[in-house]
């Protein structure tokens, strides 16, 4: 409905200024308050668990008990999701050309959506959106496996299923996300989507220490302000930190004087 309502507004709001209509009826109009889903974090140690129980699931499966049959990455898209921020949009039209595995860094260029049930690839919806992300080592390792023997490929699909076409991402989701999810993560996080390893990525750079500048860069946020309205609940548990890291440094700049000044300093005190 909001969304709805907003491209009406843009519509009219193009009326008005071209003359065909005096006063946009949106004006003034309030809307439902929206309610958004809870967003889950997950710690480091839950996105590996998380990654390691789907690649068990899908080697119990009849499927892997084939000849031919080919481990699909689903738990490297997992690990991926987590410490990328990327959306699932801007992983599934991933390419090979876009993964630079020397520099540890991807280039996000493209995004896929399903549009009356047909994929569609296009430039992200925002300048923002085209970025560069950064890898760390382990993940460029594993990454670096999975590509073998297709690094060459560079308008290859990074996450391809068998056929070289790109995975399709509702199977992955109802028959090995959600399964796992439920059978092998703490009972908080059940209702875990996929789109929370994006913010699972988000609560990660904030523990490192990321400004908030840095965030919205990575994350392809327009604003710095869209990262503190979205993330702003995650960033006061690090005063705490902050303080200790203060007082560390409040220790270490203490003067040191020479043994003589140090003597009649506790001469003059007594």
Known sequence: MRNAFFVLKIVLDYAVRSGRIRHNPCAGVELPSSASPEMLFLTA???????????????????????????????????????????????????????????????????ASTVKGRRVEGEPKT??????????????????????????????????ATDGRPLVYGTFYSLHFRPTVQADLPERLHSLRFHDLRHTYASLLVEQGAHPKEMAELLGHSSVQITLDRYSHVMPHMTSTLAERLDATYREAAPVLPAAAARADVLRLN
């Open 127 to 160: 300048k923002a959106g085209r970025r560069t992300v950064f890898l760390n080592r382990g993940l460029c390792d594993r990454l670096r496996d999975q590509l073998e023997g297709r690094l060459l490929d560079r308008d290859g699909y990074v996450f391809a």
């Open 45 to 111: 140690g839950e996105v590996r668990l998380l990654a390691a129980a789907i690649d068990q699931r899908w080697a119990a499966s009849t499927l892997a008990r084939r000849a031919d049959a080919v481990a699909p990455p689903y738990g490297l898209l997992v690990e991926f999701a987590s410490f990328t921020g990327l959306r699932a949009g801007e992983i599934s039209a991933l390419r090979i050309g876009d993964v630079d595995l020397r520099a540890g860094a991807i280039r996000v260029t493209r995004s």
